[in-house]
C-alpha cells in the first residue's frame, strides 16, 4: 500500500492511498468464489453456477462493495501508520478501480489541533460558601408542605391564595381578541399566574358568580400586540377552592421514606437532601467558571467536523424538549438553523479539547473513589440506594458515563489547585438561586429579562 499526505487547509488533510492491482483483485475473485458456492439461479443447480456467469451478474456490484471494505481498512491502516489523528469520519471518493490497475483513493478529514495549554494560575474563580440555618430548613419544611396541599370547595367569595376555576371572553375595543378566551381556566389567586388586573378582577367572586371587568396588560407582556393594551373580560366563576396543608405527622413523613424517628429523623432528612443540594451548586458554579475561564483563555482551531457534529446533538436536544411538550409526544416539523447553535457549539468543542489536553499532560485517570462517592451521592435520594449502585455497576456503558464525570471533575480540581479562588460567604437561598456569584445588572436589564407567568397559564 502507498500512501500520500497533503494539506488541503489548516487541519484538513488529504490521503491518496493506492493499493496493489493483485491485492484488489484476489479479494474480488474471494468474494464472487464465496457468492458462486450460495447464488441460486435459474437453471443451475445450487453452488453450480459457474463463476463467469456470477462475475458476468455480479461483478460490478462486488466489485463496489469490496472497493467500499478496502477504503475502510486501509484508511484505518493509513492514519495508524502515518501516527495521525483524525477529527471525524473521512470523506473517501475512488481515483482508479478498473481492472488490472491498481486501486486508488482519496481519504479527506480533518485531525485533531494542537492544544497549548496557558498557565493555569491565570484562571479566577468564585467560590460561594453557605450554611443551612434554622430558618432556611423551616421554609423548606413549609414548600413541602405546600407541595402536598390538599384543594375543597368553599361557598364564599375568591381571596388570595385560593385555586379558581373559569370561563371567561376578552374583548377590545367591543372585538374578540385572539387567545383572550378560555374555558374551565383554573390558577391561583396571587400566585402570579394572570396578568395583575385581571387576578384582581376575580376577587370576591363567588361560584356561580358573573363578572365584568377591564384589565390593561403590562408593557413588557410576552405577546407585542396585547403590551398596553386594555381588554373587558367577562367571566364565569366555576368553583373556588381553598387549599388545606398536611400535619407534621407519620403519615406525612412517610411520603418522603421516612418511617420512624418523627419530626425530628424528618428534618435531618431534609437538612442532608438540601446539603447535597446546596454542594452540588455550588461545585456546578464553580465548574462553570472554570471552563468559561478555560474557553476565554485559550485560542483553539476547532475541527469543522467536531464542530457540525455537535450543532447535531444540540439539535437533538432542542427536537426532544419540543417533543416532550408537544402534543402526542412529537415534535414539530421544523428546520433549525445551524447558526442558532454555531456559537455554544464552537464554545463546547473548543473547552473538549482544552479538557481533553490537560487529561492528557496531567495523565489524570478516573479515581476509582471518586467515581464509587458519585455513584453513592446519585442513589441516596432513592428508596434503596444499594440497588442504584449495583445497577451503576452492573452496566458498563453508564458507568462509563460516570467515570467521565468524575474525570471532569478531576480536571477541575487538578486547575483549582493552580488558579486563584475567591471564597464568597453568601446564604442558601443566593447559593441555590446562582445569585451569589452572579454578575451585576442594572434595573432595567432585570426587568427586560422577566417572563410574565401568566403567558404560561393562558393568552391573558
Known sequence: MHISIETTSGLERRLTISVPSETFEAKIADRLGQAAQQVRLPGFRPGKVPLREVRRRFGPAVRAEVAGELMQSSFVEAVRQEDLSPAGSPNLEVVKMDPGIDF???ATFEVFPAVELVDLGRVSVKQPEAEITEADLDEMVMRLREQRRTWNEVDRGAQAGDRVTLDFVGRIDDEVFEGGSGEDVTFEIGAGQMIEDFDAGVRGLAAGDEGTFTATFPEDYGNESLRGQTATFS????????????????????????????????RAEVRANMTREMEAAAANQVKSQ????????????????????????????????FRMYGQDGKAPEIDLPDDLFTEQAERRVCVGLVVNEIVTSADLQPDADKVRARIETLAAGYADPGQVVSYYYGKPEQLQQIEMAALEDQVVEHILERATVEVVPTTYKDLISGTAIAPETDGDEADAGRVDAATETSQT
Open 290 to 321: 472554570v471552563m468559561d475561564q478555560l474557553h476565554r483563555l485559550h485560542s483553539v482551531q476547532l475541527p469543522k467536523a467536531m464542530v457540525a457534529q455537535e450543532i447535531q446533538q444540540q439539535k437533538q436536544q432542542m427536537l426532544q424538549q
Open 235 to 266: 367571566v364565569t366563576l366555576k368553583s373556588v377552592e381553598q387549599s388545606s396543608l398536611p400535619e407534621l405527622d407519620d403519615a406525612f413523613f412517610e411520603t418522603f421514606g421516612v418511617e420512624e424517628g418523627g419530626e425530628e429523623a424528618f
Open 104 to 106: 486508488e483513493f482519496t
